[in-house]
């Protein structure tokens, strides 16, 4: 018995390693059709590569740049792909091939003109040569830029230095966004230094330089009010008696806010909100035709070093002070009344109530920020984004999401900037304005290799200056002319005393010669070229539709169609694409089997919406009359009486392979979705899934080789999909599967 068991086993290895040789022989004689397959495999996918920039460039993106994310558009795809191929059974199965012909033709005339008429641009338009944008004049006002105001305009001090401490002044002016004088002001100083920080505020301009706070008008600059930071009381005008209030330690800075414009001497106005020294945020009641204040509530605010140096600071809205500074920024909510201490019967020492933070952020000591603003979002006109710049050239970004009441609103960081690895630091200056009138506000950033505009919601970089802007400059722009402004050198006054000059600069764009230009320049020759080139491939299908015009066509349509959705969806949405498709391929080839019926409708109609390869030479696709459907075995009639008919031989035709374009079609999506959404090494990762679709390729060609049709899509999409993850991990991290999905 072991020994029949033995031989048993022997013969079924036997069996096993002459069914491998058998396969093996098989792939050996079908290797003429899979690598001249495997070949269109990578033609037709590289020619998509070859047009992606020409596409994203002029926005052709089926469904908009706002439609990349967004999920119900591939849940549209899926819809139509089941409809199209429910109306062509339907339609052979009525005998109406001409229809299903002549529809086609019409459709792969259109996907053809895809790839022929931005082809023929791409190699016969030459590049526009960008001339480069110059600064022009330059002037130097001898005043220091204190902070620069929402509506763009700019607060300046000059600090007259005297002979005396006590008989310091200031003057504080408004200029306009061409820098001319809109009002000014000079102010005493003493007891304190002759140097201020500046919070703009809904009704005017609160100043502070540690001793007073002044409040101006926004428009006239009208001295409003002054308040003390200490005891005026009984002050006898000396610098030996100034004697701080109980509650203040030093002003950093200040923001008045009007709560009762109207009223009688000494009835409630508003309060003074003061950031102090001491890392404490105070509130002090004002009152109508007085100076005085009163204390009125106290909190500590975050570690921000707010003592060192303001990059920003401004009332965002009734309630809410919005603080940057290079340690980071906050959102803090204005509040009346500060909570007294509920964690026990005792308060600790020094205890003080917190303040309510909407948002705060906190940069790492190493990078610090160099560069903040406020500015409108370039995917919704109704959203603005808060935007810090850092030392390393780290741009981060959040939305303000003033819909959200509780607690106080929401700050969610923007994941569709990918602001990580694109800039050299240090940020100068992030700004938004818009420069051809066209479509809102363009983002402009300004680092260590220039000036960046960057357009639209896709934010393509159509213009870029090779300037270097100082830190803390301002760029703005009235129509073409754009100005920049930075802090000069430093000019010696009295007392070895320092002042500070702005340098401004201004030059015009010239809007013919001076955009990036980015593969579309329409050209009429280069478009009738490629119409004329599509309308004879289509004449020849017409009229011989051999397998090397089918697949001509079949390569340019497919990269057509690559292209045309790989631009239209983030890889993300690509792969849910592409698992719901393989399924269903799965599917309509095993179980329903509805695919062979198309595809053997689509061969005998000799439609590029299959690509061939010939097995042996000679193969004429003219004379291919055999479905791909599996041979069934018949039956020999029992009873039949009748004799066998006579059999006229005929010569065995040609062997060809087959493979739908849509088993291309899908990977070369991902690819080029890879190029077009992934800025950094996205080549890189569009490459290696083009290396996984090849492996799945091969995997389903020693299926293919034992002679069943197979569906394609489980395998090319699987292995595609692979690769982009693996490639992705190695050359980007996480970054390449962020995407901002939605429905």
């Known amino acids: 018995m072991a020994e029949a068991a033995s031989e048993d086993n022997i013969k079924r290895v036997e069996r096993e390693l002459a069914k491998e040789d058998r396969l093996l022989n098989k792939m050996i004689e079908q290797a003429p059709g899979m690598l001249g397959m495997a070949f269109m495999f990578i033609i037709t996918i590289l020619m998509g590569v070859w047009l992606q920039p020409w596409f994203d460039s002029a926005g052709l993106q089926a469904f908009g740049e706002s439609g990349s994310t967004q999920a119900r558009w591939v849940g549209l795809q899926l819809a139509s792909i089941f409809a199209f191929t429910f109306v062509i059974l339907w339609l052979a199965k009525k005998h109406m091939q001409h229809i299903i012909k002549y ?127 200490f005891d005026n009381q009984n002050w006898n005008g000396t610098l030996e008696d100034v004697k701080p209030l109980q509650d203040i330690d030093g002003c950093i800075a200040a923001l008045e806010i009007v709560e009762n414009p109207d009223g009688d001497f000494e009835q409630s106005k508003g309060a003074l909100y003061i950031t102090t020294g001491g890392n404490e945020l105070v ?94 979002s370039p995917w919704d006109d109704d959203e603005q984004l808060v935007m810090l710049g850092h030392s390393d050239g780290l741009i981060k970004s959040w939305i303000i999401d003033e819909e959200v009441e509780e607690p106080f609103g929401t700050f969610e960081e923007e994941d569709r900037f990918l602001g990580d690895d694109v800039f050299e630091g240090p940020i100068s200056a992030i ?12 983002l402009w950033i300004a680092d260590a290799d220039g000036i960046h505009g960057l357009f639209y919601s896709s934010l393509i970089e159509y213009a870029t200056f090779d300037i270097v802007l100082d830190n803390d400059s301002k760029l703005s722009a009235d129509g073409f002319e754009i100005q920049a402004i930075s802090v000069g050198g430093l000019e010696e006054a009295q007392w070895a005393h320092d002042n500070y000059s702005m340098v401004v600069v201004t030059g015009v764009f010239d809007e013919d010669t ?81 695919m062979l019926d198309l595809a053997d409708t689509m061969i005998g109609l000799n439609l590029p919406i299959l690509l061939v390869a010939p097995q042996e030479s000679g193969y004429s696709m003219l004379d291919e009359k055999d479905s791909i459907r599996p041979p069934e075995s018949s039956e020999n009639k029992v009873g039949s009486t009748s004799p066998p008919a006579k059999m006229k031989k005929r010569k065995k035709p040609k062997e060809a392979m087959f493979m739908g374009l849509g088993d291309v079609i ?78």
């Open 431 to 442: 700004e938004s304005f818009d420069l051809d009138g066209e479509n809102g506000n363009e």
């Open 666 to 743: 899908f990977p070369g999506m991902l690819v080029v979705s890879c190029v077009n959404s992934i800025s950094t090494d996205g080549l890189a990762v569009g490459i290696s899934a083009l290396i996984g679709g090849l492996i799945g390729y091969f995997v389903l060609m020693g299926y293919v080789a034992s002679g069943r049709p197979q569906a394609g899509l489980p395998l090319l999409n699987g292995g595609a999909i692979l690769g982009y993850i693996v490639g992705g991990l190695i050359f980007v991290g996480s970054a390449a599967f962020s995407f901002g999905i939605s429905l």
């Open 103 to 229: 529809g086609l033709m019409f459709v792969l005339f259109l996907a053809l003109c895809y790839t022929t008429v931005p082809g023929a641009h791409i190699l016969l338009v030459p590049e526009v040569e960008t001339e480069p944008f110059v600064f022009t004049d330059s002037q130097e006002i001898e005043e220091e830029m204190v902070s620069m105001n929402t509506d763009g305009t700019m607060i300046t001090q000059i600090i007259n230095w005297t002979d005396n401490y006590s008989n310091h002044t200031f003057v504080i002016s408004k200029r306009a966004t061409d820098t001319s004088l809109d009002w000014s002001f000079e102010i005493k100083s003493f007891p304190g230094e002759p140097m201020i920080n500046v919070v703009e505020g809904e009704h005017s301009y609160t100043a502070t330089n540690g001793a007073w706070i002044w409040s101006f008008e926004k428009s006239t600059g009208e001295l409003l009010n002054q308040y003390a930071c």
């Open 283 to 376: 509130r002090r009641n004002t009152f109508h035709d007085t100076n005085i204040t009163a204390g009125q509530a106290k909190w500590s605010y975050p570690q921000l070093q707010m003592n060192e140096k303001f990059l920003h600071a401004s009332q965002y809205d009734d309630d809410s002070l919005i603080i940057a500074t290079p340690s980071g920024a906050t959102m803090i909510k204005l509040e009346e009344y500060s909570e007294s201490y509920s964690e026990g019967p005792v308060t600790p020492p020094g205890w003080i109530d917190e303040c309510a933070v909407e948002w705060l952020y906190q940069t790492d000591v190493s990078n610090p920020v160099t560069a903040f603003n406020i500015v409108s």
């Open 514 to 594: 001076m955009y990036n230009s980015y593969g579309i320049q329409w050209d009429d020759t280069a478009f009738f070229l490629g119409i004329g080139l599509s309308i004879i491939l289509m004449a020849a299908l017409i009229i011989r539709p051999e397998w090397y015009v089918v697949n001509t066509v079949g390569v340019l349509v497919g990269a057509g169609v690559i292209v045309m959705l790989g631009v239209t969806f983030v890889p993300t949405l690509i792969v849910i694409f592409m698992i719901l498709a393989a399924i269903y391929d799965a599917w309509a080839v095993y179980r329903s089997k509805h």
